[in-house]
């Protein structure tokens, strides 16, 4: 299965401090999103890297992937209290460009604390 | 409407009773995509609508399970003698034709006593 694995499961850091998710999946992509859950409802996107890409950034946001790792990371700089929820990383399929279906992980549990 | 609208946002039924829920996608998105989420769990694929195509329909996990979506938009996902199991938080995604973002509803909690 494409299934991505994040890591940590449960991750918990004081406000101001920086975040770092980790991501790793099995076979070859053509992108790589990350997604933020807040209370076990609707995902919103956060941001997406292609394979060709080795570092985005969005505002507190930085992204890499390693595609000869097959690994990704998710970084949030100077978190706030409000940046606490889930962050999932997910791939495709990888087949050509075909848009399709999505492989989540379990997800990140990030507790930012006041 | 401005984002993926699902309904009814809670739906508590009795094991053996059948449900329907409802994702209304964000205008003009070609694909629409049904996950569902158990508690502490990440997504579970279970099927994928893309314009006129024969839908994906690998991710469900029984034949208790079927979706349709009808004149390209609204999709209804029918889950049919439910069971225990079956409790979990269904998510509803839209995609435009040309973009691999996927733009997600706020989910149907189906609870089964």
């Known amino acids: 299965s494409q299934q991505g694995e994040e890591d940590p499961q449960a991750l918990s850091i004081q406000e101001g401090e920086n975040a770092t998710m980790n991501c790793s999946y099995k076979t070859s992509i053509n992108n790589l999103q990350w997604y933020r859950q807040n209370s076990g409802r609707g995902l919103v996107h956060l941001i997406l890297i292609r394979s060709n890409e080795r570092e985005k950034h969005s505002g507190r946001l930085r992204v890499t992937l390693d595609t000869s790792k097959k690994s990704s990371s998710l970084l949030i700089t100077a978190s706030r209290a409000a940046d606490t929820a889930s962050y999932f990383c997910?791939?495709?399929?990888?087949?050509?460009?075909?848009?399709?279906?999505?492989?989540f992980g379990r997800g990140t549990q990030l507790t930012v604390w006041p | 409407g401005a984002g993926v609208s699902q309904s009814p946002s809670n739906k508590v039924t009795e094991k053996g009773k059948d449900v329907e829920l409802r994702c209304d996608p964000i205008s003009g998105h070609t694909a629409l995509y049904w996950y569902r989420q158990s508690l502490g769990q990440g997504l579970e694929f279970l099927i994928y609508?893309?314009?006129?195509?024969?839908?994906?329909k690998s991710g469900l996990p029984s034949d208790r399970f079927s979706a349709e979506r009808t004149g390209g938009s609204v999709s209804t996902l029918t889950i049919q003698r439910t069971q225990q199991e079956d409790s979990a938080v269904y998510l509803c995604a839209s995609s435009s034709p040309t973009a691999y973002e996927q733009y997600f509803g706020p989910g149907t909690r189906l609870t089964v006593t």
């Open positions: 997910a791939t495709d399929e990888g087949r050509g460009s075909t848009l399709g279906r999505l492989y």
């Open positions: 609508f893309q314009g006129n195509s024969a839908p994906d």
